[in-house]
Nanobody, 126 residues
Framework: QVQLVESGGGLVQPGGSLVLSCAAS????????ISWFRQSPGKEREGVSC????????MYAGSVKGRFNISRDNAKNTVNLQMILLKTEDTAVYYC???????????????????WGQGTQVTVSS
């Protein structure tokens, strides 16, 4: 069965950190570009970070640049999103998604993604 599963969400105080993980079953993640998206209540889903397949480059939304880092762990067939200096506005459901096509220059085109996870909740609150 082909699926993506996110994990690592939770409740954290402002300034704290979390690591989200996107695990794949049924296919190899390193053959796909992987992006993280997030959606807050009442807002549209937005792209957060993207990593090209193989040893490709990365891209970050301006609001998270310098605080989030996306990386691959091919041995575990996962893509991780390390988040530090979290802010209340980072509160959202975070989704990972996979696409075969190269994500450049627009990695946030959601129709291009073939697989989506179910999401993991991140809440930043004191």
């Amino acid at each position: 069965q082909v699926q993506l599963v996110e994990s690592g969400g939770g409740l954290v105080q402002p300034g704290g950190s979390l690591v989200l993980s996107c695990a794949a079953s049924g296919f190899s993640l390193d053959e796909y570009a992987i992006s993280w998206f997030r959606q807050s209540p009442g807002k549209e889903r937005e792209g957060v970070s993207c990593i090209r397949r193989g040893r490709g480059g990365t891209m970050y939304a301006g609001s998270v640049k310098g605080r989030f880092n996306i990386s691959r762990d091919n041995a575990k067939n996962t893509v991780n999103l390390q988040m530090i200096l979290l802010k209340t506005e980072d509160t959202a459901v975070y989704y990972c998604a996979a696409r075969r096509s190269d994500p450049w220059p627009d990695p946030w085109e959601e129709d291009e993604y073939e697989f989506w996870g179910q999401g993991t909740q991140v809440t930043v609150s004191s």
